[in-house]
């Protein structure tokens, strides 16, 4: 796949809307370092920002809105929550909330947890691409996992040419630093992530933040906690004979009629997009343990391992 290098114009953003639209990759400049978006509402354009990215896990992303009143859909924001999105949005700083339970986004946005970190960009091609697009971004930062944040769109090429449909030119992000994470779906706001956001600023509206990684008596975060979803039953890796009591989360064409196949087609993109939806549905009946057929350990696949792997040994 050749990636387009696409102007600030309104024609280059047209064409950029519209890729992500049609479930296609997009990098695109904000206020702290170029995202690499996807539609947020679509497992497919989700799992693809995972294979394009080349990371060894999932790790939950950031859903931009253009503005918080697209952001209400779906997730819960708390008055604490409020009063951060009032005082610094459009700007550096993401906020983790607690996920609406009919939100219809992706749930390999949040890799499983019950929240969402959301973010509305201070960038105005980064609004008018949400705003046309007309639906929320999931975005990372634009490069391959382990290496440096871009801040120019030739970064995104240096990392991404051939791996994502277009990169949206603005030229370089003023903040070159990705936002402040703040957790706010519990009562006492903790700071996940220092960024762009200076935490005193955000102290100044909210009051002192709870810091997990000086204060041990802090709440851990979600990423720390491990309060990805898990399974309740027994999680079987690696699995090609099967018992009466068991049901199957199979893959490609040799899985049995009665699975739930990830990919008939052994497609990895496809298999990491239902990941999540078929763990729950198969936790749900009356069966006592759940066996899962081997999945390549190449591309995404070895991300889709290493969370099957966490599911089968409950922390
Ligand atoms: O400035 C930024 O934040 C950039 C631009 C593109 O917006 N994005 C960015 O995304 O840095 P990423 O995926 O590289 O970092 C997202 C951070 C990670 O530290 C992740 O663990 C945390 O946000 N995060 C996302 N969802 C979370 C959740 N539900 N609970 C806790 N942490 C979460
Ligand atoms: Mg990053």
Known sequence: METSHLPQTPEGIAEAAKLICDGALVAFPTETVYGLGGNATDDQAVAKIYEAKNRPDFNPLIVHGADKAMLEA?????????KLAEAFWPGALTLVLKRKADAPLS??????????AVRVPDHPLAQSLIAEAGCPIAAPSANLSGTISPTRAEHVLESLNGRIAAV??????????ESTVVDCSTNTPTLLRPGGLESEKIESVSGPLAHP?????????PGM?????APNR???????????????LGFGPSAPDSALNLSESGNLVEAAANLFAMLHQLDQGDAKAIAVMPI?????????????K???TPE
């Not at 999680?235 to 009591?245: C, I, Q």
Request: some cysteine; hydrophobic content about 40%.
């Open 74 to 82: 779906f997730v819960e924001f708390t008055p604490m929550a409020e």
């Open 107 to 116: 749930l390999l946005v949040s890799a499983g947890l019950d929240t969402v």
């Open 168 to 177: 949206l030119d603005g030229g370089a992000c003023s903040l070159g630093i």
């Open 213 to 221: 990684e000086k204060d041990p008596e802090a709440p851990r975060s």
């Open 225 to 229: 906690l491990a309060r990805h979803y």
């Open 234 to 248: 027994p999680v079987g890796l690696n699995r090609t004979s099967f018992e009466k009591h068991e049901v199957i």
């Open 296 to 308: 390549p350990e190449t591309g995404l696949g070895i991300a889709i391992n290493d969370r099957l």
């Open 310 to 312: 966490r599911a089968a």
